[in-house]
């Protein structure tokens, strides 16, 4: 069926799963797995999180959807939400991570333009990541095919551990930085403080805006609620997703307070987002990951697991910060190879690039689980 009627945009694994709980899926042979990738960040309360569950299946029975020409609890509660965890302005709810960052690219453009700048630049990082739409694929510099131009123009790319050249790039012109704290997509790639820092003071001094893309890096996953709280610089708009809606699809475009009211009515808009069901959902997947316990053992065990994995054959770097960790191999392994055969073994992980592993696990996973992974990492790479 999948060959006969679904466009073949995705090179699956050999695995149909059907159910989930925690860490766990069991596939349509009724296997049992170990997931280490959680639906690419996705699922970062684990599958079918009790809250969340309860939660989504109240609001079902209540109300699914209201056109946003009408007031919603759900979405204005979850706005506040996010917001006073973060810049404390106001929020845009979408439907997905590339949807957050379109918001952010027409916010950052108006306010350029209210700036007087005809036609504003954003500056990007090499090996970023930020969607597949147009405005956002053409914030990706890596992923433009020439098969799909024209992209939209007004964005440049520097180099993503050179200070010197971002410094240089960001000028009159510029709307905005955006950038990823760890670049997931491109092999889990920290970017270096000094590029945050000279982000920071560029943007400080041509009055152009830092966008963070927290749409892997937030909702604990490097264990803060937002990567950037452990970090030296606070940015003016940060956009989420991914675990955003405990595995339903929700996002947010979330800006400091001078930020909140750049765009104005009719200036953008969603048939679904922010709906009544998936915002509830996130509320669910916030109250569970926006605990200071949690997020401490995210951190833990984040190191427990990267301890671990250097130990391991085959490995010549580990890179990361808390649940978000790249595995890189020895050169001649191929991670495409060693991921099927993990999948063989009963162990989820994915392959962003070819020399590397990801792992992803859910937040709630323990000590167990972690252990665990290892230990089928160990037999698989020995
Ligand atoms: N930005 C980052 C950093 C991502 O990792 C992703 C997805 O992998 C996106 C944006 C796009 O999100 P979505 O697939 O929900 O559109």
Redesign the pocket.
């Known amino acids: 069926m999948e060959a006969r009627w679904l466009m073949p945009t995705f090179k699956r694994a050999p695995a149909c799963f059907v159910r989930g709980e925690g860490a766990r899926l069991w596939d349509s042979e009724n296997r049992q797995y170990l997931d280490f990738l959680a639906g ?2 996705v699922c970062s309360v684990g599958h079918c999180h009790p809250a969340v569950v309860d939660a989504v299946q109240d609001q079902a029975g209540r109300l699914v959807h209201v056109s946003n020409l009408y007031y919603s609890e759900p979405a204005a509660r979850l706005a506040e939400r996010l917001c006073f965890s973060s810049l404390g302005g106001k929020a845009f709810l979408t439907n ?6 379109e918001c952010a690219i027409k916010l950052v453009r108006k306010h350029a333009r209210g700036r007087g700048i005809g036609e504003p630049e954003i500056v990007v990082l090499e090996g ?6 147009y405005g ?1 694929l053409s914030a990706t510099p890596g992923f433009r095919d020439d098969a799909f131009g024209p992209y939209l123009s007004g964005f440049v790319s520097v180099p993503r551990d050179d200070p010197q050249a971002l410094r240089g790039a960001v000028g009159e012109r510029t709307a905005a930085v955006l950038m ?1 704290l760890i ?3 491109t092999g889990v790639h920290v970017i270096p403080d000094e590029m945050l820092i000279a982000a920071r003071e560029r943007c400080d001094a041509s009055g152009a805006l830092l966008v963070l ?5 937030g909702m604990g996953r490097t264990g803060s609620l937002w990567a950037y709280e452990q970090l030296p610089v606070r940015p003016d708009v940060i ?1 989420t ?2 675990a955003l809606g405990g595995g339903l ?1 929700v ?1 947010a475009c979330v800006t400091t307070p001078e930020l909140g009211d750049v765009l104005q009515p009719g200036e953008h808009g969603s048939t679904f987002a922010g709906g009544p069901l998936v915002a509830t959902a996130a509320l669910a997947a916030l109250e569970v990951i926006d605990d200071g316990a949690l997020l401490r053992q995210v951190r833990e065990l984040g190191a427990r697991l990267a301890d671990g994995l250097r130990a391991l054959p085959g490995v010549s770097e580990v890179r990361g910060r808390g649940l978000m960790v790249g595995v890189g191999l020895d050169e001649g392994i191929d991670a495409s190879e060693v991921a099927d055969r993990l999948l063989d073994q009963g162990l989820i992980v994915n392959q962003p690039v070819p020399s590397t592993l990801r792992l992803l696990p859910p937040l709630v996973i323990g000590e167990a689980e972690v252990d665990e992974a290892l230990s089928i990492l160990r037999r698989v790479l020995g």
Do not use: L, M, Y
Request: glycine share 14%; hydrophobic share 25%.
């Open positions: 690419i960040s997905s991570g590339t949807e957050a960052n970023a990541f930020h969607g597949r739409t956002a990823e670049q997931g997509e893309d927290e749409i892997q890096t956009t997703a991914k699809p996002g």
